[in-house]
């Protein structure tokens, strides 16, 4: 049950706070956080009938009905807006209500959370920990694009370096294969082998993470960009500074023959990775 829990998708909800529900015996287990704190809800059978007939008098629903109504219309209000959520935070920190309004069946349904406040270690196993996995597999996912980006601009300053365009194939030729990139991201080592990060956060978008914590993605891609142009600005200063002397320097005439040379080995190659691509979709596709 406990890893089932751990498991479950969060749902954002409203302002900085996100919530997971699960059912259990016609019971529920329900957290909700604010990605400081952890607040949660432990109902069994008989509290959740007793809850249900004194909010919702008029209405006639009994056990299993009860929760898997509350769980519909908590996804139909927090996930299409039908319906409303709203949250009461305690001044003490330690306390937290919230109200649910929808309907079943056409009749109104009304439902009282009251979220007490959770061991740090709940914080740690559902929020901090998920986040920590899905941080370090985007942090290997962006270490395979810049592979993919040196490799392209590698084989663009060869074209150039033999004095020849690139062909117009190369805008669009991918450098890695799906399986092969498939095998680089089965490599990633996995800080916490036992989280499943897209599982736990499937619902809970990383933009709408950054914009609760005041950090958008402009601000992240423009980091990552600044970093990368510091990097190769460094190497092309040291190369200029400690590699080219004056004497390097001077222009000294094209090698026609050297660069044609050059230029049909690069087709060549290109023309071979081509062919070994088709014939291993064709090899897939016959099962062999």
């Not at 500074?241 to 060549?268: F, T, W």
Request: net charge negative; hydrophobic share 35%.
């Amino acid at each position: 049950m406990e890893e089932e829990f751990v498991k479950a998708p969060w749902i954002p909800c409203s302002g900085v706070h996100a919530l997971k529900f699960i059912s259990h015996e016609s019971g529920y287990i329900a957290i909700i956080t604010d990605f400081i704190s952890c607040y949660e809800e432990k109902l069994n059978a008989e509290e959740t009938q007793q809850r249900c007939q004194e909010q919702n008098p008029n209405l006639e629903i009994e056990g299993n009905q009860i929760v898997e109504e509350l769980k519909t219309s908590l996804h139909s209000c927090l996930d299409s807006k039908i319906g409303l959520f709203i949250i009461v935070c305690n001044g003490n920190g330690d306390h937290i209500d919230a109200k649910l309004s929808s309907s079943v069946s056409g009749l109104p349904f009304y439902w009282e959370f009251s979220f007490s406040s959770s061991p740090p270690e709940t914080l740690a196993r559902h929020v901090t920990g998920p986040l920590c996995s899905m941080i370090h597999l985007l942090l290997g996912e962006r270490q395979l694009l810049l592979q993919q980006i040196k490799n392209h601009e590698r084989v663009l300053e060869e074209y150039q370096a033999s004095g020849f365009p690139p062909p117009h194939s190369m805008h669009g030729i991918s450098l890695m294969s799906t399986d092969e990139l498939e095998m680089k991201r089965s490599q990633l080592p996995r800080s916490l082998e036992s989280v499943d990060a897209k599982a736990l956060f499937g619902q809970l978008e990383i933009r709408e993470l950054y914009k609760k914590h005041q950090i958008t993605f402009s601000f992240a891609m423009e980091s990552i960009c600044n970093d990368e142009k510091g990097e190769r600005e460094a190497g092309v200063n040291d190369t200029a500074n400690h590699e080219i002397s004056p004497v390097k320097a001077k222009a000294e005439p094209p090698d026609k023959e050297g660069q044609l040379k050059r230029r049909m080995e690069l087709e060549e190659q290109l023309s071979a990775e081509r062919a070994a691509k088709e014939k291993q979709k064709r090899l897939k596709k016959f099962n062999l």
